[in-house]
């Protein structure tokens, strides 16, 4: 499926009833640089196979899904589904990837930002590490996750007034909590990043870059973390459900 929006043609694929942007990461970080100087709201999701699986389930996930603004495929599963699909997209962008990305872009058009999420001291710790490695970049504000007042919360965002809200709440939280109130903040571009504040704050080791480039960073999280192996038990459900749907129906 193809569409013009605005100047620019928008692809989009359909893998498991969700709509995802056919689009490489120049293109996408371009997008929302669009979407920075147009009426919001415009809701970004990073869609990993975890998310997609689950909102077979969630038909109220699904909506949020289908209608975001910008949704990549974040995790090399869901590149994976787009290829069985006969439908691929061109890379996998990911929330972090992505949020490096724009940050610095950010940094350069003199945007400002705000990050919403983590335990308490996170998001203030990877603002502080952005600031010195960017340092024209503008900080709206931040607040961890665990809020006991969500009205407070927003009413310091829409006091800041950011031109991108980060929200790192873990998925689908942050869809859910972008969706109901990103309309109401006047914030042109709200995105959901995960666990990337841990990262970029240096309390979370990303894989190293060999790894990332074969695609096995799911495996170096398994290992760090075995905790994880709950959620990665969803993996070959939806390596299943995708096979079933596109392979051995075809």
Known sequence: MQYWF?????????????????????EIENRIGCFVAEPGPHQIVTLNPEILYRAQKEPELLKIINRASLVTADGVGVVWASRVARCPVPERVTGIDLMLRLVSRCAKEGWSIYLLGGKPGVAGEAAARLARQYPRLKIAGTHHGYFDSK?????????????????????????YFIQENLSSLDVPVGMGVGGSF?????????????IQKLHLEWLYRFLKEPSRIVRMAVLPMFAWLVLRRYFLNS
């Open 6 to 26: 605005g100047d620019y043609l928008k692809l989009r694929v359909n893998i498991l009833d969700a709509w995802i942007d056919a689009l490489s990461i120049d």
């Open 198 to 210: 841990d990262v970029i704050a240096g309390r979370t080791a990303r894989a190293p870059l060999w």
């Open 151 to 175: 009205d407070e919360v927003l009413q310091n965002i829409k006091e800041c007034r950011p031109q991108i809200l980060f929200v790192g709440m873990g998925a689908p939280a942050q869809d």
